[in-house]
C-alpha cells in the first residue's frame, strides 16, 4: 500500500497539463487550456484544463478530475496504477506501507512479480548481444525486416537454449526462487520455462513487463510454436491484448481498432506507421478484451487470413465484438497471405489502400459468404437466414439491428416480416440464457439510475438548493485563500465560523454530507487546500470540487496585457473573492433565517391553542423577536453590499 504522504507528493507534484499533454494538443484560451476531448468525440473543442487549478473538465461529456483521475479514466488504470504512473513520471520514490491485516510480503507481492519481470526482459535482451543471440535471435528478427528500434518498443530478446541461464542469474542478484515460481519464468522442474526461443515482451496498458511469449526457432515438431507466460496475479490472458500499450491512442485517434491475430503482425504495421493495430495473442477474442478495445473506440475492423481457416476464424470471432455494441468489419486477406507478410509484398501504403477498400461490414459480409455456399438450396438457405439472425440478434442497438434485417432481407430475397420474427425469438432465447445475469444487471442499473436520480429529484424538492449549493461552491473553491489577513483567516475557516449557528439546516444529502466532513476538520485543527477537495477520495466531493473550480469561460489576460483594458467596476474574477464569499455567505443565511422565521411563527400558532403552555409561548415569541433582529442585521449587511 502507498503511504498517505506519497500519494499526496504525487498529487502536489504532477501537473494536469503536462499529464494531458503526452495524450492531447492543447490550445491556450485565457488562463486555462482547450482541446478536443479524448472520453466523447467532438469537433469543438470543449475539454478544458485549468493549470492553475491543477483540473480539468469537459463541458460537454462532464468528464472531469485532476491527474491521477485523467489516467485512470484514459488508461482504464487503477488509483495505485495511475500513482505509481505519475511517480515514475516524476521521479518520485514512493513509500509503501502495511496493513495490520496483511503481511508485507502479500502487500509487496504484485510489485515484486513485476520487478522480476523486468529483470527477465533484461536478461533476455541482453542475449540479443551474445554472439549466438546475435547469429541466431538478432538473425531472425533482421530477416523478418525489424529493425532496432522496433525490437525495442516491443521489448523483444532471446531466451538462450540453457536449462538454468536465467534461473543462476536471479539467483545472484538475490532473486528468491519462489518468485521466479510465481512469475511463471520457471517449469515444474525449476529450470527455466523459456528456452532456445525468441522473446515477446508482454505488457499491461500502463506499460508494465506482465509476462512473455516465446516463438521456437528450431525445427522441432513436437514442440509447440509459441508458449506464453502462464496465468498470474499480473497476468491474465483474456484481459490482453499484444500491443496495447504502444498503440492505444493511436486507436482512438484513428477512431478504429485493427485486429489481426499474430505478435509479428502487430509489429510490422507498427514500424509501417500503421498504429492502431493489437492481437488477441493468438486466442479468439474475449469479452474482456473487447471492452478493452471500446475504452477507444467503437469501431473494429478484424484482418484475416484468406483461407478456408480465416474464413471460419472470421464467422467465429466477430459474434463476442457484435454483443458488446461495436461496428464491425472485415478484411480478406489474400488467400496463404498474413498482415505480416502481405504488406512487405505490396509495401505500406497499398496495404492501407488494401484495408480501407477491402473492408466490408461483417453481417452483411457473413451474409453474402454464407448465401454463396448455400446456392439454391431451400433448407441451406433457411439455416443461413438463422445464423445470420443469430448474429444480428447480439446487436444491443434497437436501430441498428433494423437496418441490418431490412438489408439483410433484401439479399436473401425474403420478406422482412419474416427475419424479423425470426430476430424476435433469438433475442427471447438470448434472454432466457442469460436469465439470472440479465435480472441482476437490471438490479444493479436500476440501483445506479436511483442513486444518480436522486440528487435532481432533490434539486426540486429542496428548497434552499441553489443557495447551499452556492455556498459549498465558495468554500471549496476559494478553500485556502486568506480572507482575514491580520487574523491570518483562511475562507475555509472564515464561512464555517459565520454559518455555525445554522450548519445543521442543510438538506441536501451531499451538501450536507460535505460541510460536515468540513467541520469534521475544523474540529481537527486541519484547514485543507483546494487540492484536497479536487482529490478528494470520495468520487462525489471530488466531482461537486471540480465543478466549482472550472468554468467554460475565462477572463482573457489579453484584455489587461495586450489591449491595455482594465476592469474598473471590480476585481478580475480569482481576485473578487473577498466579497463573492461575504455575499454568498449572507444570502445563505437571510435564506436559512426566514425559513427559521416561518417554522417558528407555525410553532407559535399551534401552542397559542394550548392555554397551559404560556411559559413555552413565551419563549417562542423572545425566540421570533432574536431571529427578526438577526435576519434584519443579515439583510441591512447584504444590501450594503449589493450597493457597494
Same mark, same amino acid.
Given at each position: 500500500?502507498?503511504?498517505?504522504?506519497?500519494?499526496?507528493?504525487?498529487?502536489?507534484?504532477?501537473? %494536469?497539463?503536462?499529464?494531458?499533454?503526452?495524450?492531447?494538443?492543447?490550445?491556450?484560451?485565457?488562463?486555462?487550456?482547450?482541446?478536443?476531448?479524448?472520453?466523447?468525440?467532438?469537433?469543438?473543442?470543449?475539454?478544458?484544463?485549468?493549470?492553475?487549478?491543477?483540473?480539468?473538465?469537459?463541458?460537454?461529456?462532464?468528464?472531469?478530475?485532476?491527474?491521477?483521475?485523467?489516467?485512470?479514466?484514459?488508461?482504464?488504470?487503477?488509483?495505485?496504477?495511475?500513482?505509481?504512473?505519475?511517480?515514475?513520471?516524476?521521479?518520485?520514490?514512493?513509500?509503501?506501507?502495511?496493513?495490520?491485516?496483511?503481511?508485507?510480503?502479500?502487500?509487496?507481492?504484485?510489485?515484486? *512479480?513485476?520487478?522480476?519481470?523486468?529483470?527477465?526482459?533484461?536478461?533476455?535482451?541482453?542475449?540479443?548481444?551474445?554472439?549466438?543471440?546475435?547469429? %541466431?535471435? =538478432?538473425?531472425?528478427?533482421?530477416?523478418?525486416?525489424?529493425?532496432?528500434?522496433?525490437?525495442?518498443?516491443?521489448?523483444?530478446?532471446?531466451?538462450?537454449?540453457?536449462?538454468?541461464?536465467?534461473?543462476?542469474?536471479?539467483?545472484?542478484?538475490?532473486?528468491?526462487?519462489?518468485?521466479?515460481?510465481?512469475?511463471?519464468?520457471?517449469?515444474?522442474?525449476?529450470?527455466?520455462?523459456?528456452?532456445?526461443?525468441?522473446?515477446?515482451?508482454?505488457?499491461?496498458?500502463?506499460?508494465?513487463?506482465?509476462?512473455?511469449?516465446?516463438?521456437?526457432?528450431?525445427?522441432?515438431?513436437?514442440?509447440?510454436?509459441?508458449?506464453?507466460?502462464?496465468?498470474?496475479?499480473?497476468?491474465?490472458?483474456?484481459?490482453?491484448?499484444?500491443?496495447?500499450?504502444?498503440?492505444?491512442?493511436?486507436?482512438?485517434?484513428?477512431?478504429?481498432?485493427?485486429?489481426?491475430?499474430?505478435?509479428?503482425?502487430?509489429?510490422?504495421?507498427?514500424?509501417?506507421?500503421?498504429?492502431? %493495430?493489437?492481437?488477441?495473442?493468438?486466442?479468439?477474442?474475449?469479452?474482456?478484451?473487447?471492452?478493452?478495445?471500446?475504452?477507444?473506440?467503437?469501431?473494429?475492423?478484424?484482418?484475416?487470413?484468406?483461407?478456408?481457416?480465416?474464413?471460419?476464424?472470421?464467422?467465429?470471432?466477430?459474434?463476442? %465484438?457484435?454483443?458488446?455494441?461495436?461496428?464491425?468489419?472485415?478484411?480478406?486477406?489474400?488467400?496463404?497471405?498474413?498482415?505480416?507478410?502481405?504488406?512487405?509484398?505490396?509495401?505500406?501504403?497499398?496495404?492501407?489502400?488494401?484495408?480501407?477498400?477491402?473492408?466490408?461490414?461483417?453481417?452483411?459480409?457473413?451474409?453474402?459468404?454464407?448465401?454463396?455456399?448455400?446456392?439454391?438450396?431451400?433448407?441451406?438457405?433457411?439455416?443461413?437466414?438463422?445464423?445470420?439472425?443469430?448474429?444480428?440478434?447480439?446487436?444491443?442497438?434497437? =436501430?441498428?439491428?433494423?437496418?441490418?434485417?431490412?438489408?439483410?432481407?433484401?439479399?436473401?430475397?425474403?420478406?422482412?416480416?419474416? *427475419?424479423?420474427?425470426?430476430?424476435?425469438?433469438?433475442?427471447?432465447?438470448? *434472454?432466457?440464457?442469460?436469465?439470472?445475469?440479465?435480472?441482476?444487471?437490471?438490479?444493479?442499473?436500476?440501483?445506479?439510475?436511483?442513486?444518480?436520480?436522486?440528487?435532481?429529484?432533490?434539486?426540486?424538492?429542496?428548497?434552499?438548493?441553489?443557495?447551499?449549493?452556492?455556498?459549498?461552491?465558495?468554500?471549496?473553491?476559494?478553500?485556502?485563500?486568506?480572507? *482575514?489577513?491580520?487574523?491570518?483567516?483562511?475562507?475555509?475557516q472564515y464561512v464555517l465560523e459565520m454559518i455555525e449557528d445554522v450548519k445543521h439546516t442543510f438538506n441536501d444529502p451531499l451538501f450536507k454530507k460535505i460541510i460536515d466532513h468540513c467541520y469534521t476538520l475544523l474540529d481537527n485543527n486541519k484547514v485543507p487546500n483546494s487540492a484536497y477537495?479536487?482529490?478528494?477520495?470520495?468520487?462525489?466531493?471530488?466531482?461537486?470540487?471540480?465543478?466549482?473550480?472550472?468554468?467554460?469561460?475565462?477572463?482573457?489576460?489579453?484584455?489587461?496585457?495586450?489591449?491595455?483594458?482594465?476592469?474598473?467596476?471590480?476585481?478580475?474574477?480569482?481576485?473578487?473573492?473577498?466579497?463573492?464569499?461575504?455575499?454568498?455567505?449572507?444570502?445563505?443565511?437571510?435564506?436559512?433565517?426566514?425559513?427559521?422565521?416561518?417554522?417558528?411563527?407555525?410553532?407559535?400558532?399551534?401552542?397559542?391553542?394550548?392555554?397551559?403552555?404560556?411559559?413555552r409561548l413565551l419563549t417562542l415569541l423572545k425566540l421570533h423577536k432574536v431571529l427578526l433582529e438577526q435576519r434584519k442585521i443579515i439583510s441591512d449587511r447584504l444590501g450594503q453590499i449589493v450597493l457597494s
Amino acid at each position: 500500500m502507498i503511504s498517505q504522504k506519497s500519494v499526496e507528493e504525487v498529487l502536489e507534484t504532477a501537473r %494536469v497539463e503536462e499529464v494531458v499533454s503526452d495524450y492531447l494538443t492543447l490550445k491556450r484560451r485565457g488562463v486555462n487550456l482547450i482541446g478536443l476531448c479524448p472520453f466523447h468525440n467532438e469537433k469543438t473543442p470543449s475539454f478544458t484544463v485549468s493549470p492553475t487549478k491543477n483540473i480539468y473538465k469537459c463541458f460537454g461529456c462532464g468528464k472531469a478530475g485532476g491527474s491521477v483521475q485523467f489516467l485512470m479514466e484514459h488508461d482504464n488504470l487503477s488509483f495505485v496504477e495511475a500513482i505509481r504512473t505519475l511517480a515514475k513520471k516524476y521521479n518520485i520514490q514512493l513509500e509503501e506501507t502495511f496493513s495490520a491485516t496483511k503481511s508485507k510480503e502479500e502487500i509487496e507481492k504484485l510489485e515484486s *512479480l513485476y520487478i522480476i519481470n523486468e529483470f527477465a526482459q533484461k536478461y533476455y535482451r541482453d542475449q540479443l548481444d551474445t554472439d549466438f543471440g546475435k547469429s %541466431v535471435a =538478432l538473425g531472425y528478427f533482421t530477416q523478418r525486416g525489424f529493425r532496432k528500434e522496433t525490437l525495442k518498443a516491443f521489448g523483444l530478446g532471446y531466451a538462450p537454449n540453457q536449462k538454468d541461464g536465467l534461473l543462476r542469474l536471479a539467483q545472484q542478484k538475490g532473486y528468491k526462487i519462489e518468485k521466479l515460481r510465481e512469475a511463471g519464468l520457471l517449469n515444474q522442474y525449476d529450470t527455466d520455462f523459456f528456452r532456445n526461443r525468441v522473446i515477446f515482451s508482454l505488457y499491461s496498458i500502463s506499460g508494465r513487463v506482465i509476462g512473455f511469449a516465446g516463438r521456437i526457432l528450431s525445427a522441432d515438431a513436437k514442440a509447440p510454436k509459441y508458449i506464453n507466460t502462464p496465468e498470474t496475479e499480473i497476468y491474465h490472458k483474456r484481459k490482453f491484448l499484444y500491443g496495447l500499450h504502444l498503440t492505444k491512442e493511436h486507436i482512438r485517434r484513428a477512431k478504429n481498432c485493427l485486429i489481426v491475430e499474430g505478435y509479428t503482425d502487430v509489429m510490422t504495421l507498427y514500424q509501417n506507421d500503421i498504429r492502431n %493495430v493489437v492481437a488477441a495473442s493468438g486466442t479468439s477474442l474475449t469479452e474482456e478484451q473487447v471492452r478493452l478495445i471500446k475504452r477507444y473506440s467503437e469501431n473494429v475492423t478484424m484482418i484475416f487470413d484468406g483461407d478456408p481457416a480465416g474464413l471460419k476464424a472470421a464467422l467465429r470471432a466477430v459474434d463476442i %465484438v457484435l454483443a458488446q455494441g461495436l461496428n464491425v468489419r472485415v478484411v480478406l486477406l489474400p488467400e496463404g497471405e498474413d498482415p505480416d507478410g502481405y504488406l512487405k509484398s505490396i509495401g505500406a501504403e497499398a496495404f492501407a489502400d488494401y484495408i480501407e477498400s477491402k473492408s466490408e461490414d461483417f453481417i452483411l459480409f457473413k451474409t453474402k459468404l454464407l448465401l454463396a455456399d448455400a446456392e439454391d438450396n431451400p433448407l441451406l438457405k433457411a439455416q443461413v437466414a438463422k445464423d445470420i439472425v443469430a448474429s444480428i440478434a447480439l446487436i444491443p442497438a434497437l =436501430l441498428k439491428r433494423s437496418i441490418y434485417v431490412k438489408e439483410c432481407a433484401r439479399l436473401m430475397g425474403l420478406d422482412e416480416i419474416v *427475419l424479423m420474427q425470426e430476430l424476435k425469438t433469438a433475442i427471447a432465447t438470448n *434472454l432466457k440464457k442469460k436469465k439470472h445475469l440479465h435480472s441482476a444487471g437490471l438490479q444493479a442499473d436500476s440501483d445506479l439510475k436511483t442513486r444518480r436520480s436522486a440528487p435532481t429529484q432533490k434539486k426540486e424538492t429542496t428548497t434552499d438548493y441553489f443557495q447551499e449549493k452556492a455556498l459549498l461552491e465558495v468554500l471549496l473553491k476559494f478553500t485556502d485563500k486568506i480572507y *482575514l489577513e491580520e487574523d491570518d483567516i483562511t475562507v475555509f475557516q472564515y464561512v464555517l465560523e459565520m454559518i455555525e449557528d445554522v450548519k445543521h439546516t442543510f438538506n441536501d444529502p451531499l451538501f450536507k454530507k460535505i460541510i460536515d466532513h468540513c467541520y469534521t476538520l475544523l474540529d481537527n485543527n486541519k484547514v485543507p487546500n483546494s487540492a484536497y477537495f479536487l482529490n478528494h477520495e470520495d468520487k462525489d466531493i471530488r466531482q461537486f470540487a471540480i465543478e466549482a473550480s472550472i468554468s467554460p469561460y475565462a477572463y482573457s489576460e489579453n484584455w489587461s496585457e495586450k489591449f491595455q483594458i482594465h476592469m474598473h467596476s471590480q476585481k478580475a474574477p480569482d481576485e473578487n473573492y473577498h466579497k463573492e464569499t461575504l455575499r454568498t455567505v449572507l444570502r445563505f443565511k437571510l435564506r436559512k433565517f426566514d425559513h427559521l422565521i416561518k417554522q417558528n411563527q407555525a410553532t407559535i400558532a399551534q401552542t397559542e391553542s394550548d392555554a397551559k403552555d404560556s411559559d413555552r409561548l413565551l419563549t417562542l415569541l423572545k425566540l421570533h423577536k432574536v431571529l427578526l433582529e438577526q435576519r434584519k442585521i443579515i439583510s441591512d449587511r447584504l444590501g450594503q453590499i449589493v450597493l457597494s
